[in-house]
Structures are given as C-alpha cells and as structure tokens.
C-alpha cells in the first residue's frame, strides 16, 4: 500500500482574494524545482493574469457529464490516477460533483487521490466550512450549499490563509479583477459589503488560529514543555460551587473578551478541604453560565487544590487564572495559615492569578482539619517533638518544688496531643517514648537514674504512654477517615457530572474521554474495540483525547474494561484500586455511548424501509382505481378501433383515438408522479439548483395544462430577482399547483400567477378563488395519497401537494398555504434569492461553484 500523500490546502478569507493564483504559484515553483506537477482540475473564469499562471503546467483534460439535457464537466479522477502526478493540484474542494459522479463532493475525490499517494494542493473559502456555515448565513444573508466538513481541512499537513483588506478587494472588484462589469455594482452591494468582508476576514482568522493553537498544543505535548507560552489568551476561572461563582466566571468573561479570540475555562476541583462541601445546583447553574458565555466547563479531582489548579493551567496553556478572594474570617486563616490564593500566587510562575473581590468574603466557617497528613507533615510532627521534650524539661525544671510527677506527666501528655494533631501517630508515639525517658530521668525520684523506687510512678509512667499511644492512634485515624470522606465526596461529585451529562442526553463520546482526561490526570484517553473476537486481532480507535502513544490496550498505564471486545485505556500514570472503579463508571458509559449510536444507525438504516413499506402500502391502496380507469379506457378505445364487427365514421375513430392518448397521457404523469414521489421518500432524487429567472419556468408550467394554461392570469414583475432553484422540478411544481387551482377555480374566476421577493427570499404565489382549505386540514392536504375529503376519485390519486411540498424542500425552499382574501386558497412557494456571490451560473461544458480568484 503506498504512503498516503500530503495536502495543502489554500484557505481564503473571503471570494476573490486570490486563491486559485496562490495555487498555481506554488505549482509553477515546484515545477521549476522539477516536482511532476498536473492540473486536475482549475476553473480560471477567463482571468487573464490566472489564465497566465497556467504556462508550462500540464493540465489532465476534464471529463464530459451529460445531465437533464445539458453538459458539464468534472475533474477526471481516473485520468488524474493514471497519469499519477507527484502532485495535483485540485481547484474548489467544497465543489459538488454533476450527480453520477463516483464522488458527491470535490474533497471525497482529493482524498481518494491523497490515498493513491498523490499530493494535492487545493483551495476553499471559509464560508464554505461546515462549522461555520450557519454564521456565514447569518451574516451575508447568503445560505452556503456547498460544504466540507472542518475535519477534512484540519487534517491538511499545511494550511496557508490567503488574506486581503475589504477595502483593497472591493478595489479589485471594482476593476473588474474578479467578475464580468454587469455583475460588480450587484456584488458591491450586497455579499461584498465591506461589514461582510470584514466580518469573513475575522472568521478566517480565529479559525486559523484556532487550528494553529492545536498544533501548537500537541508539539508541546510531544516535547514535554510545561511552562506557559502566552500564545494566545486563555483565561481559567476556578469554581467552588459558591455563591460567588458567577461573579468569578463573569469577571473571568470580561477578561479573556479584552483580547480577541482570547478562551474561557472554568475549571472545578472536587477536594478534600475547603469552607463547604460543592453545591451540585450552584455548580450546574454556573456550568450554564460558562457556556453561554462561550466558554468550556472542566472537572477535576485533586487533594491539593492550588497543584491541580496550576497542573490544570499549564496543561492548558492558561495566561490568566481568576480566583474568589477567601471566605474564611480572619481567625479562620490565623488557625490554619496561608489559603488557596496565596498558595497559588506563591507558585503561579509565568501565570498571572486574579483575586477577584465579592460579597462573601469573611464569611466562611472554620475550615476543618486537614484530612491527609502528607510527609512534610510527619516531619514537621518528628521535629516538633524532638524540640518539645528538651524545651519542656529545662522549663518544669527551672520551676519551684510544688510540681510533682503528676503535673509533669500531664504536661508531656500535652506535648504529646499537640504533636499528634501535627504529625499524626508515629511522630506522637516517639514522643511518648522519649517523654517517658525524661520523666523517668529528670522528675521521678530517685532523679538521675533510670531507677523507678515507687510502683505509683512505674504506674503514671505506663498510663502516660497508653495515653499517648490512644490519643495519637485517634488522631491519626480520624485524618484517614477525612481523607477517604474528601476522596468519597470527589468521587460523588465526579460521578454527578457524569450522571448530569447522561440526563442532559449528551452523546459526544470525544468529550466524555477529554472529561476523564482532565479528571484524573492523564496525557490521553482513548476508547478501543477489538476487530475480531480473535486476541490477535487489531485494536482500533473509536475515539481519543490528548496525546496518545500506544495502539494496544497492554501498552497503555492503564485499562478498563468496559465490555467484550471494548476497553478504555488511560496514558499518563498508573491507577489506584479506588480511581480505577471510578474510571469504571466511565468506561461503562462510554460504551453505551457507542452502542446507542449503532443502533442509531441501525434505526436510520430501517427507517427509509420502513417508510418505503408504508408507501407500497398506501399505493396498493389509493392507486387502483386511477391505475385501472386510464388504462380500461384506453384498453377499451383500442380495442373498438381494432373491432372489424364496427365500421367507424372518420370523427368517431379520431374521438376513440383521443380518449386513448388523453388516458394514457393521464397514466404517464401518474407514473411519474409515483417515481418522484418514490426517489423523494428514498432520498435518492437528484437535485441540481442554479440560479435562474421565473420566466423560463412559467410558460413551460402552462403550456403542461389541458388547456395550455389560457385560464390562468400570470404577473410576475420584470424586475423579480433570480433565484437559486432547479429548472425541472420547479417546474413539477408550479405545474402541479396551477392544475389543482384550474380544478377548483370557478367559472369565470381565473388562477392567477404571481411572484415578489422577500428579503433572501423569493415568493412565488399561486392564487385560486375555490373553496379553499379549512385551517385544520391544511397539513393533510400534504400527505400522499390524500385527498380533501377523499370521495372523490376521479381527480387523481392525490400525489399532486405532497409531491409539489417535497420537491420544493429539497431545492431548500418552503411550500404553504394561505387563505385568499375573500376566498380561496394560495399556495406560496418560497425560494432561496440567487445572489452574486461565489457561484456562477453555468454555461454549457462547464460546472462551477465556487469562484477561483486572481490577485491585482
């Protein structure tokens, strides 16, 4: 199998930056440089700087398509393949294919040629990327057709973004660079507004960006780079589940808003110590807020909050770090020394913290004692001990004689309480052990020796020690229950997030690893099935997050299982007994995850034969009659013109000849009818829009009515704008809805024809003075095989509406009924406004999307 090639992908900001021409640039540079370089596809729109741009490079010929009566042409894959060019270059990558093609979309066929090992340099606008589309529409007025999914562009080697000013591009425009004269003021005034193109510009380059942060992250990921490199803005604001959380997360907004494109993360540590335990509503409420305000809610568990916070930064990349001033009074902090702020500011290194002020500050409660007694506490228990018992003798020593063995006893026991609450067990027992040395030294008679003369010291001395060692072994055993309880209580809040994202419906199996990722510590997350029940089988990814080296379970710090032949692996650190339950709980969604979207698929998969079982069993149903009357008709027509027992006049024999012609006619709309209807429900219709004038559409609807349409009136203005539609099924439509208005149309009241625009939007009205629709019945009227009352058979089998809606909607426009003022029904047809924007009407040998562009 040969190396999968490499693509470059030429992003523009807007159309007619200049694309195509960088394109060809680099093309003619690697040829000089003596790189196979072929054109498999460019579309030049006759510019004459482009068209220069093209010496010297061998262009593969396109491929002639026949479709609906004209021809187009396409890139020719094979051909491409066959001349096997060290690089293609491969115009407009959102192009959709004349339909037949092996491809429905240009960028399916750049990467059957990336497969083959061809390199491809291609081109695309940023209104043409999936994610984006809908804000694109929102901001130029113009629905964007023709898209690719920002995965494939991402996963280009190289993305260069060809840039120019609004200003200097409608220059261009208004010099005639880009399109035909008779089209520039059109442009100038609509999609090439200056707020358009400037607003296009930004969105190129936040996309870029975003794209280059996550090159950026995944090299210093590879090369184990922790300290912060300010990049690019990213702003983390911890939360507690405190009162104060939207305040923080607001301020935190307002922060990462003052640099453009800057990010927002919120970030909970679910912990062991701190004023309260984490209010799940608060929490919930403020994971709302944060994502409304456009940013990302994190959950991470840790038993040193000021750590996980800046582990949690660096890992991110964070410039900025927003914390609440302390709720703690000031005996509180006095009690149990520096707090959170002021630990995280001591080791912040290159991250600026943020002390956000709020009303609760002060108001805190006693923190409680810390649960998890780490080694540097247990040093600091050894050494106060070590210290205590020369202080404490040298004082009870320099005392008068009215202190006996009692009062010392008791003083060391003291001793020994305080160095149990520092440094737990081990240091309180050596001190108990060393006191009860120096007791028996110093304070119990006879003093100076190790000798005990009376059995009541030996007796205090014994208590002391038992004392001691109870006192400590409480103390100590109280720390750990604090510290399973703190870590019970991370697991909880851990398991609630999980359980709220399943009760929200969540289905994004990426994010659920990136939760466990970030949760527990971890460099990667990945989810891996087994590709045959086989064990020497290959493991596959079905999804991933962070940075993942090994591809088999056994290579990985740790995995869960979360099924047969499924398993969650985890590369970072090695698990704890308690975290790998808890990744548990993880893995087990995650695989429900993937089940529910297979049988998902499934379900969609059986959806289209479902509905096709419903539509074979409505026609059983509706179209006997409608299928037998024109074909008894035109059966029993022939059959008298056969007839040598009947000598028919001439008049006779043309009146029997019309009956068949008019019934066989009547049965061939109804097959077609049936076919469209049928492609429609299999969504296999092909659908080719482009703009176009309603007067190309209209005479040709009349002209198919039985009487050519002379009863209809038809005012459509001369200066109603095209619209993006396709020729022929428009046409089924306004030929459906004018017949069924001549059917229900009085005498003497003519269906009229008419059309404005509105807004993107063209209305296209169809006007009858019948007896109308009652409002309740409106949308019944559009199911097929349905007719107003369904007593009548003998006006056809009912396909006419629900065919004329379905076509309608799959041009992107919309079919609705209206009441007639004063009676009668409307049906009004809206379409999408053609505009002159990056599609071009095609002319006959060519097909054309996207404009391709030349610089000045």
Request: aromatic share 4%.
């Amino acid at each position: 199998m040969s190396k999968r090639g490499h693509l470059r992908v030429y992003l523009g900001a807007a159309p007619g930056v200049g694309k195509t021409y960088k394109m060809l640039g680099e093309g003619q540079r690697r040829r000089v440089r003596g790189t196979d370089v072929a054109i498999g596809f460019v579309e030049t729109h006759g510019r004459k700087n482009t068209d220069e741009m093209l010496a010297g490079l061998e262009l593969v010929p396109r491929k002639i398509m026949d479709y609906r009566g004209a021809s187009f042409t396409e890139m020719d894959l094979d051909a491409v393949l066959a001349r096997r060019p060290a690089v293609a270059l491969v115009d407009e990558m959102a192009h959709t294919n004349v339909p037949g093609s092996r491809h429905e979309k240009r960028w399916q066929d750049i990467d059957e040629l990336l497969n083959a090992g061809i390199d491809v340099i291609t081109t695309v606008n940023i209104q043409h990327l999936e994610s984006i589309n809908d804000v694109v529409e929102k901001i130029t007025g113009v629905p964007q057709h023709e898209t690719v999914p920002d995965r494939v562009v991402r996963a280009a080697d190289q993305i260069e973004l060809v840039d120019m000013t609004p200003e200097a591009l409608r220059r261009r425009m208004a010099h005639g660079n880009v399109y035909a004269a008779d089209k520039v003021d059109a442009a100038l005034g609509n999609y090439f507004r200056v707020g358009n193109l400037s607003a296009l510009r930004e969105l190129a380059l936040l996309w870029l960006a975003d794209r280059v942060d996550a090159g950026l992250q995944q090299y210093r990921a590879q090369h184990d780079i922790d300290s912060t490199w300010e990049a690019r803005e990213r702003v983390v604001v911890a939360l507690t589940g405190g009162p104060e959380g939207e305040t923080l997360i607001r301020r935190a907004a307002r922060i990462a808003a003052r640099s453009s494109g800057g990010d927002l993360l919120a970030v909970h540590v679910a912990r062991s110590d701190g004023l309260t335990g984490a209010n799940p509503a608060k929490l919930a409420q403020q994971r709302e807020l944060v994502e409304k305000l456009g940013g990302t809610y994190h959950q991470i568990v840790g038993d040193n909050v000021p750590e996980a916070l800046l582990a949690f930064a660096k890992a991110e990349n964070a410039t900025q770090l927003v914390l609440g001033g302390s709720r703690r009074s000031r005996f509180g902090t006095a009690f149990s020394g520096p707090g959170i702020g002021a630990t995280t500011i001591r080791n912040s290194g290159d991250i600026d913290v943020h002390i956000v002020t709020h009303a609760e500050i002060g108001r805190g409660r006693l923190p409680r004692t810390q649960g998890s007694l780490s080694k540097r506490r247990k040093i600091q228990g050894f050494v106060l001990g070590i210290v205590l018992q020369p202080v404490l003798a040298l004082l009870l020593g320099l005392g008068d004689d009215s202190l006996n063995l009692t009062s010392n006893v008791l003083a060391f026991l003291l001793a020994v309480v305080v160095v149990a609450l520092v440094g737990g067990m081990w240091p309180a027992l050596v001190t108990a052990v060393g006191g009860s040395v120096v007791l028996n030294y110093f304070f119990t008679p006879p003093t100076g020796t190790f000798t005990i003369a009376e059995f009541n010291n030996v007796l205090a001395l014994v208590i002391f020690i038992l004392v001691a060692a109870m006192v400590s072994s409480v103390v100590d055993r109280a720390a750990r229950r604090t510290r399973q309880a703190a870590r019970a209580a991370a697991e909880s809040e851990t398991l609630a997030t999980l359980a709220g994202s399943v009760l929200r419906g969540e289905t994004a199996l990426q994010a659920l690893l990136e939760r466990v990722r970030e949760a527990f510590g971890m460099n990667g997350a990945c989810l891996m099935e087994l590709a045959d029940d086989d064990p020497g089988a290959v493991w596959r990814p079905l999804a991933s997050a962070g940075t993942l080296t090994c591809t088999r379970p056994e290579e990985a710090d740790a995995e869960i299982p979360a099924r047969d032949g499924l398993v969650l692996v985890l590369q970072g650190r090695q698990l704890v007994a308690d975290e790998r339950r808890l990744v548990g709980a993880f893995a087990a969604h995650a695989a429900a995850l993937v089940d529910k979207a297979r049988l998902s698929e499934v379900a969609a998969e059986a959806k289209p034969l479902a509905e096709a079982d419903k539509l074979r069993t409505a026609l059983l149903r509706a179209v006997g009659h409608d299928l037998r009357t024109p074909l008894a008709s035109a059966k029993a027509a022939v059959t008298s013109l056969r007839s040598e027992d009947v000598e028919w006049t001439e008049s006779e024999r043309k009146e029997l000849l019309e009956t068949a012609d008019e019934s066989l006619d009547r049965l061939s709309r109804l097959v077609d009818n049936l076919l469209d209807l049928s492609r429609l429900q299999a969504g296999v219709l092909p659908i080719f829009t482009r703009p176009m004038a309603l007067d190309e559409i209209i005479p040709a609807a009349l002209a198919e009515q039985e009487d050519g349409g002379a009863r209809v009136t038809v005012d459509i203005p001369e200066t109603l704008p095209m619209i993006d539609a396709d020729p022929a099924l428009l046409e089924r439509v306004i030929t459906n809805l004018v017949g069924n208005a001549i059917r229900y149309s009085p005498q003497g009241e003519a269906p009229l024809v008419t059309g404005s625009a509105l807004g993107d939007t063209v209305e296209i009205r169809v006007i009858d003075r019948g007896p109308g629709i009652p409002p309740a019945d409106r949308d019944r009227v559009f199911a097929p095989f349905q007719r107003l009352g369904d007593t009548d058979n003998t006006v056809g089998v009912g396909l006419g509406l629900a065919l004329a809606r379905g076509l309608t909607e799959a041009m992107h426009g919309t079919l609705q009924p209206e009441e007639t003022p004063g009676g009668g029904l409307t049906m009004v047809v809206s379409l999408p406004r053609a505009t002159v924007d990056h599609s071009d009407l095609p002319e006959p040998g060519t097909r054309e999307r996207s404009q391709a562009e030349d610089p000045q």
